[in-house]
């Protein structure tokens, strides 16, 4: 074999070579594509995994932020009501205590009327009695306290009525107011105190 027979056999084994070598790396490039591309995959996964868990958690924060302005809410309204109530009622106690010293203004004023003496002294007596009970109910009225006499007529109510008893009266209709045994209050539209009446039957 000339020189040239070798010469060309060993250029075509080195380019055997060199094709051989460049496919081998364009498989490792293929490969290493092949392994940036899963990986991006797996990183894409886990984004996506987190996002959802980040988002959940947003989701768990915002309804607890809600529920939390919810309660705060209604905390605030019945705190308001509360303290509307306190200044509405918490005199109710109070004016319990006050409203059997008015009966019995109410019942001394009757019975010296009712005497009907001419004395100078008991006229004054009657005369300043009637002026203190004017201001006790004057008083009682801006706070605001609202009397529930009923006359003799009216029908019973149990909203604001307590019947003390029944008696059958001839002329009267069933269920009508015959006396007043004691009034009864309000304290802003609210009942503090029944009126005791005797109803007919």
Same mark, same amino acid.
């Given at each position: 074999?000339?020189?040239?027979?070798?010469?060309d056999?060993?250029?075509?084994e080195?380019?055997?070579?060199a094709?051989?070598?460049?496919?081998?790396?364009?498989?490792?490039?293929?490969?290493?594509?092949?392994?940036?591309?899963?990986?991006?995959?797996?990183?894409?996964?886990?984004?996506?995994?987190?996002?959802?868990?980040v988002?959940?958690?947003?989701?768990?924060?915002?309804?607890?932020?809600?529920?939390?302005?919810?309660?705060?809410?209604?905390?605030r309204r019945?705190?308001?009501?509360?303290?509307?109530?306190?200044?509405?009622?918490?005199?109710?106690k109070?004016?319990?205590?006050?409203?059997?010293?008015?009966?019995? !203004? $109410? +019942?001394? =004023? *009757?019975?010296?009327? &009712?005497?009907?003496?001419?004395?100078?002294?008991?006229?004054?007596?009657? @005369?300043g !009695? $009637? +002026?203190? =009970? *004017?201001?006790?109910? &004057?008083?009682l009225t801006k706070i605001?306290i609202?009397?529930?006499?009923? @006359?003799?007529?009216?029908?019973?109510?149990?909203?604001?009525?307590?019947?003390m008893?029944?008696?059958?009266?001839?002329?009267?209709?069933?269920?009508?107011?015959?006396?007043?045994m004691?009034?009864?209050?309000?304290?802003?539209?609210?009942?503090?105190?029944?009126a005791?009446?005797m109803?007919?039957?």
């Amino acid at each position: 074999m000339s020189d040239e027979q070798k010469a060309d056999e060993q250029v075509q084994e080195e380019e055997i070579k060199a094709q051989a070598s460049e496919d081998t790396n364009n498989k490792d490039v293929d490969s290493n594509e092949e392994v940036v591309d899963e990986l991006a995959a797996l990183e894409a996964e886990e984004l996506i995994a987190r996002i959802k868990q980040v988002q959940a958690k947003a989701d768990e924060n915002w309804d607890v932020a809600l529920r939390t302005k919810a309660e705060m809410e209604n905390v605030r309204r019945r705190t308001e009501k509360e303290v509307t109530n306190a200044r509405k009622f918490g005199i109710e106690k109070m004016i319990n205590e006050i409203l059997p010293v008015k009966d019995s !203004m $109410e +019942l001394g =004023l *009757k019975a010296a009327i &009712d005497m009907d003496i001419e004395d100078e002294s008991v006229h004054k007596i009657r @005369e300043g !009695m $009637e +002026l203190t =009970l *004017k201001m006790m109910v &004057d008083a009682l009225t801006k706070i605001g306290i609202t009397e529930i006499a009923p @006359e003799d007529g009216d029908a019973f109510s149990a909203e604001f009525h307590q019947a003390m008893s029944m008696q059958e009266i001839p002329g009267k209709k069933s269920n009508t107011i015959v006396a007043v045994m004691q009034k009864g209050y309000l304290l802003n539209e609210r009942l503090i105190r029944p009126a005791m009446v005797m109803v007919a039957k």
